[in-house]
């Protein structure tokens, strides 16, 4: 780059086109503040390290995804961003007095490292481009195509390329006895040796002009995920995926409201999720609800919300109350997602005002009238929650004698006639273990999950508190149960509002106890057992080998 004025333009346009780009993310960022602060604090360190550079959450996807080909283009990019750096590091360090680094062995390391890891980034845009181009041939373009995404992978892909072509150019115009450390470069080069300094330099504002479009595109394409994303998850909150944020009676009192209505009432950070999505269309993808033809689907439940972040419409009505009562709160979307964004949360924090508001009925409503009236979700008799016991001498807290697990028994372990002999088989595997074990009978009452998950906060705030009366009453520190729902209630969120116990599955404990030899193993023989993870135990709870181990381990893993 010859003379003093063509310096001087090239940092001036660079730098506007930086300036730009901050601008518009500064703009966005208005956005997020329309949120709630932040209480929590994150381990944003080891979120980034996690998530972004170790692409977490990209590794674990479905072969059919993609993942492939986008680890590729990100860990090359990644890669050639830490080269510019590095090489600016060292050109810029005679300002500071620190001699330029860029040279001896540590260059040609420099050289061959990068040099060759910058090909995963030009493979796998060019990876992107022809399964895009086959998908949208087929008929079947991705569900978050849009004729933009040409533009972005186009321009990626010129970096990619006229950055080696600018390499292959200085070592054509310049050759040096090192430039075998280049092995790309140097095999491009070969075309063109001898090539004049004035084509060099001409090459160099060619690539110089594609970085330019890629700084004022970033904000505007899908990927500003890479600052969005970033950020996103380092502010990350260190909560298990099956804990739904409380609502205390002051926040209640201070805002005169229950749950969202309008986008503001979400935190910053959930704000700032939202706008990370890329629209990718994972979260759709494997929803169970949507997959049976239902109203829900994940993408547009955050385009809808995010929205509404703009134009102040009220949450609810913007993604639809059939969508919204729609959702299971599987957390197979919040799994899949790539930028972290907790769709279940924003469901039910918008399921909690249509509740406050009267709007929920059909089924739903009926649940919640049973759980306030007879504490079973089903409406059963809490007399009748003794009934499974008959003939298995099975202990009772109240009977006075010290027990070390309580077996919570559940709703439906107590009077679902399927779900009943899971509990009978539990009780007396336990017995047989020689567990100390204790049930509540007539005192157990439902943990208030239904009714949460449903919306109802304070029902089940009321469900707490009744059993952590009982609790209290007996000394419980250890809980195991059948319940995946019961499980992950008692482990990840009675603890806000009481002692924390230690929780079990019975799978958890019973693989234990095979463990210690106090059980054996079933042995299925030459059969084969199929298992289907509740998603409650092992897509939320994370819990999927003990089952596995209490049968052999010989089963076909269905989730």
């Known amino acids: 780059m010859p003379g ?68 590729s283009l990100f860990w090359g990019f990644l890669s050639l961003f830490l080269a510019t750096t590095l090489l600016a590091a060292a050109t810029y360090a005679p300002v500071i007095g620190i001699p330029n680094f860029h040279k001896g062995l540590y260059y040609k390391i420099f050289e ?54 600018l390499e292959a150019a200085r070592i054509a115009s310049n050759p040096q006895p090192w430039d075998v450390s280049s092995p790309v470069g140097y095999l491009l080069a070969q075309p063109i040796a001898g090539l004049s300094p004035d084509g060099y330099i001409a090459v160099w504002w060619f690539h110089v002009l594609w970085v330019w479009a890629f700084f004022v595109s970033i904000p505007h394409m899908r990927v500003r995920h890479i600052i969005t994303a970033t950020l996103t998850a380092a502010g990350k909150p260190e909560t298990p995926m099956g804990r739904l944020e409380p609502i205390t009676m002051e926040q209640v009192e201070r805002t005169g409201k229950i749950g969202v209505d309008v986008a503001g009432e979400f935190s910053r950070w959930h704000l700032l999720a939202l706008d990370a999505c890329m629209s990718c269309g994972r979260c759709t993808e494997v929803c169970p609800a949507n997959g049976v033809g239902k ?3 994940p993408k547009e439940v955050v385009a809808a919300i995010h929205q509404t972040v703009s134009t102040g419409e009220n949450v609810p009505a913007a993604v639809t109350e059939e969508a919204l009562w729609a959702c299971t709160t599987c957390h197979a979307c919040v799994e899949a997602c790539p930028v972290l964004i907790p769709h279940v949360g924003l469901i039910v924090d918008a399921r909690r005002n249509l509740v ?53 028994v559940g709703c439906a ?60 009453k007996y000394g419980v520190t250890k809980v195991v149960t059948a319940c995946p729902h019961c499980m992950n209630t008692l482990r990840n969120e009675y603890p806000d509002f009481m002692q924390r116990a230690e929780v079990y599955h019975h799978t958890e404990l019973l693989n234990q106890l095979v463990q210690e030899e106090r059980l054996k193993a079933a042995d299925p ?15 939320v709870n994370g819990a999927s080998d003990a089952p596995r181990g209490i049968v052999g381990d010989q089963t076909h893993m269905d989730t």
């Open 413 to 472: 372990g107590a009077t679902d006639p399927m779900a009943v002999k899971t509990t009978r088989a539990v009780a007396q595997l336990l017995k047989k273990a020689g567990v100390s074990f204790a049930c509540l009978g007539n005192e157990e009452a439902c943990t208030g999950d239904p009714a949460r998950r449903v919306g109802d906060e304070f029902l089940f705030q009321e469900q707490v508190g009744k059993n952590q009366s009982v609790f209290e």
């Open 295 to 297: 109203s829900l689907n």
């Open 356 to 408: 406050a508001e009267g709007k929920l009925s059909g089924t739903g409503a009926v649940m919640l009238r049973q759980v306030a009236s007879t504490g079973h979700a089903w409406g059963q008799p809490q007399t009748g929650r003794e009934d499974w016991m008959k003939g298995l001498e099975v202990p009772l807290c109240r009977d006075g004698k010290p027990f070390e697990f309580l077996f919570w």
């Open 525 to 539: 023989g030459d059969k084969e057992t199929t298992y289907h993870d509740p998603c409650y135990l092992a897509r």
């Open 4 to 71: 003093p004025y063509w310096r001087l333009a090239f940092y001036t346009v660079t730098f506007l086109c930086l300036g730009y780009a901050t601008w518009v993310f500064v703009q966005r960022s208005k956005q997020w503040m329309k949120g709630k602060p932040v209480t929590w604090k994150s381990d944003w360190v080891c979120n980034v390290a996690r998530y972004i550079v170790g692409q977490k959450k990209v590794q674990g996807s479905r072969p059919t995804s993609g993942a492939p080909m986008h680890l």
């Open 112 to 165: 061959t490292t990068f040099d060759l890891t910058g090909l995963f980034f030009v493979l796998g845009v060019a990876w992107e481009i022809v399964r895009r181009w086959e998908a949208v041939k087929s008929g079947t373009p991705p569900v978050s195509h849009t004729k933009s995404d040409w533009w972005t992978l186009g321009v990626l892909l010129m970096l990619g390329l006229t950055g080696y072509l």
